[in-house]
């Protein structure tokens, strides 16, 4: 399949990569069909996110998911976070084919986890 | 900007027509047209070039030229071995009508496709053995004598692997066919496809024993769309196009006169430059492999180093999977491939790599490296200069070779 200029470009410069090393919440969830996985980590004060960083391993959609991912998150709230759908990711990445798609659904998925992993959104400890 | 090098090593998957190769087929679209099956002066013209390029591929693989029928390439060359071979024994009123069908576990897609497809069709007719390549990646010729049952037809099995370059021991088993036929066994017939093998190390079908052996054009630096199958002096197999008598009853259709003319031509130079290309690939093969295990760690070559195509290298590196370092290489200008599931559009990585006891995280990160006769030592320096820093880059973002430090921080 032929990829976008964005999505190589992620490819070659992804954003927010590596562990936070002040993170106050994180999480990490692997797709059991194909064994990609993902790790988020993020720096949360008083309801809002103010840095992400991400680790993960898979077919290149999962690893430009991942860099857009953190992307569209820094600076949002927890509950703006937390609305933040498959499709939505889908349309920052622009489009996946559909069996290609897991790749979203992966990220959403670990960018949940993170959040519940302060103790349930949107109370962080500090 | 300057203009990114651009450093081609897939020679496995196709290779550029050699211009001499080019030059030899251009007048067959234009002035010399003919269609070889007329009877005129312009048929009569594109039946000699034909026959020509016949002698040629013949000659590269040690056959008579009668026992060449071209096809479309190697895929079709497959198809036609062993589904003619199997629909000719079904005919055969003094067999049962089951059959037995023995190949490997890394074979080439094509046959892999077309032995499934045997598997499905006609109510189990077919079974199918797969062997074993262990971990240097070679069939075993007693794993093939112990497959061997009366109701065999078949075997198949390549003579050099597409993804790690493994030379399977087709002399051994052409010897043990022979053998078998000796104490009087009929209907047994080997295929080698040899697709990858013609024109890198030297084959030759009468040292093989084999009955059947497919080539194709476009890995020899001709163009796509060619190919042929040497089909044995007295084998009979049932044709997969019908419709025409060209190719001697085998495959219908009007011959492709320039592609034929163009494989010729590569064939022949294939035979006599194959000593010294091969001489060019190995040295570049050997080099990058040696200046790439002092630059990178964590990496594991697929495949038995000895016996393997001189051209080709197949590594996994550790920690991430193949196709982010393929685009990542790509938009360094580096050309190559990978067998990871994410390329082939399947969820399963590469059967080939896994078939060598791989587990998913080194059958994911395999890379093909392939070599080619225009490489230079600049393009590989340039190589080894680029992937080190691909590879760390990519490693950076891996969660594999990182332990993780959230579960204690998610339980304080």
Redesign the interface.
């Known amino acids: 399949m032929p990829y976008s200029l964005t999505f190589k470009d992620h490819i070659a410069n992804p954003r927010n990569a590596g562990d936070l090393p002040d993170a106050n919440a994180s999480g990490e969830e692997t797709n059991p069909v194909c064994g990609d996985r993902m790790r988020l980590s993020l720096r949360v004060r008083e309801g809002r996110i103010e840095a992400a960083g991400f680790l993960a391993y898979g077919c290149p959609p999962t690893l430009v998911c991942g860099s857009i991912l953190t992307e569209l998150i820094v600076g949002k709230t927890v509950e703006e976070a937390l609305r933040l759908t498959r499709k939505d990711l889908l349309d920052a990445v622009g489009g996946l084919p559909s069996r290609k798609q897991h790749a979203a659904a992966l990220a959403i998925e670990t960018l949940k986890a993170a959040l519940a992993s302060g103790g349930g959104a949107p109370t962080f400890p500090t | 900007m300057a203009e990114t090098r651009k450093v081609y090593l897939d020679h496995s998957a196709t290779t550029p027509a050699d211009p001499r190769v080019v030059e030899a087929m251009l007048p067959y679209l234009t002035e010399k047209f003919g269609n070889a099956s007329s009877v005129h002066y312009f048929g009569q013209e594109a039946r000699a070039a034909v026959d020509k390029a016949r002698r040629e591929v013949a000659a590269l693989i040690g056959a008579r030229a009668n026992e060449i029928v071209f096809v479309s390439g190697g895929t079709e060359a497959n198809n036609l071995a062993i589904r003619g071979i199997c629909e000719a024994v079904v005919g055969d009123a003094s067999r049962s009508n089951k059959g037995h069908v023995i190949t490997s576990s890394i074979e080439h897609s094509s046959v892999r496709g077309i032995c499934e497809a045997l598997e499905k069709a006609g109510k189990g007719a077919w079974e199918i053995t797969r062997l074993p390549a262990y971990e240097e990646g070679i069939v075993r010729v007693e794993d093939v004598r112990d497959a061997l049952r009366p109701d065999t037809v078949l075997i198949s099995v390549m003579l050099a692997n597409n993804e790690i370059g493994t030379i399977q021991p087709l002399e051994e088993i052409g010897a043990l066919v022979r053998e078998e036929r000796i104490r009087g066994r009929r209907h047994l017939w080997l295929h080698t496809d040899a697709v990858q093998a013609a024109g890198r190390i030297p084959v030759n079908v009468e040292t093989l024993g084999c009955d059947l052996l497919s080539l194709s054009a476009h890995k020899l630096y001709a163009p796509k769309g060619t190919g042929a199958l040497f089909v044995r002096r007295g084998v009979r197999l049932t044709p997969q196009n019908v419709g025409g008598h060209q190719e001697r009853e085998k495959r219908a259709g009007t011959e492709g006169v320039t592609g034929i003319v163009a494989f010729g031509t590569a064939a022949k130079l294939a035979r006599e430059e194959m000593a010294q290309r091969s001489q060019h690939d190995q040295r570049l093969r050997d080099r990058f492999e040696a200046g790439l295990s002092k630059r990178v760690e964590d990496i594991v070559f697929n495949g038995d180093r000895a016996r393997r195509l001189p051209h080709l290298s197949n590594i996994s590196f550790r920690?991430?999977?193949g196709?982010?370092l393929l685009?990542?290489l790509d938009?360094q200008g580096v050309a190559v491939s990978t067998g990871?599931?994410?390329s082939s559009?399947t969820?399963e990585p590469s059967p080939v790599i896994r078939a060598l006891g791989r587990n998913?995280?080194l059958s994911?990160g395999a890379i093909r490296f392939s070599f080619g006769k225009d490489n230079t030592d600049e393009d590989l320096d340039y190589v080894l200069e680029v992937l080190p820093r691909v590879v760390e880059k990519l490693r950076?973002?891996?969660?594999?070779n990182?332990v993780?430090?959230?579960e204690f921080?998610?339980s304080s």
Do not use: M, Y
């Open positions: 920690f991430i999977e196709e982010g685009i990542s938009l990871s599931a994410c559009g969820l998913d995280e994911r950076a973002l891996s969660p594999l990182k993780s430090s959230f921080q998610v």
